[in-house]
């Protein structure tokens, strides 16, 4: 059974602030930089209409994963993620997904940022996958778990950045 992962962050900004950065160029290398870890860059940048959608590479070092995924993993771990963002009326949309080399799953979710009477909200709702006999369910919930606190750390990141580049 997939472990889910639920995720929510407020800002003070509209949703329409927020997403200009979550989606802006300059933004996204930043986060890399700072958060990315090893070997992390931006892979692929396009804008079609009013949506946007980019490819991440980040990397985690095997000596801070944890001991189930070091049985299954051999080595560092390179995590491919793909985000689209469409704005839906007044809110955006988008969805993500992220696979690890080598590595039998994936993260499939789905975002919303939406206005707030305080600012706005962003919400994420995703669910692992490992296919692997006996130990998927553990690595599922050992990923989920790390997922949940790179999002907070980017929702941190991003108020930050919104905090230093007023409009």
């Known amino acids: 059974m997939p472990s889910r992962i639920e995720h929510r962050a407020e800002f003070t900004a509209p949703a329409s602030r927020v997403h200009a950065a979550l989606v802006d160029r300059a933004f996204l290398d930043e986060r890399l930089r700072v958060l990315g870890g090893k070997g992390a860059e931006l892979t692929a940048y396009e804008t079609t209409g009013d949506g946007v959608s980019y490819s991440l590479r980040q990397g985690l070092e095997a000596s801070r994963l944890p001991s189930v995924v070091r049985t299954v993993a051999k080595g560092d771990l390179v995590v491919e993620r793909t985000e689209t963002w469409s704005p839906d009326g007044s809110r955006f949309e988008g ?11 994936e993260i499939k979710g789905r975002f919303r940022l939406t206005d707030t009477p305080t600012g ?6 995703a669910e692992v996958k490992v296919k692997i006999p006996l130990i998927g369910g553990k690595i599922e919930s050992v990923i989920a778990e790390q997922v949940r606190k790179l999002l907070a750390s980017e929702a941190e990141f991003a108020a930050t950045w919104l905090a230093d580049h007023p409009e």
């Not at 993500?96 to 799953?105: E, F, I, N, R, S």
């Not at 706005?120 to 709702?125: A, K, Q, V």
Request: glycine share 12%; net charge negative.
């Open 95 to 105: 969805t993500t997904t992220a696979a690890v080399a080598g590595m039998p799953g």
């Open 120 to 125: 706005s909200e962003w919400r994420t709702d």
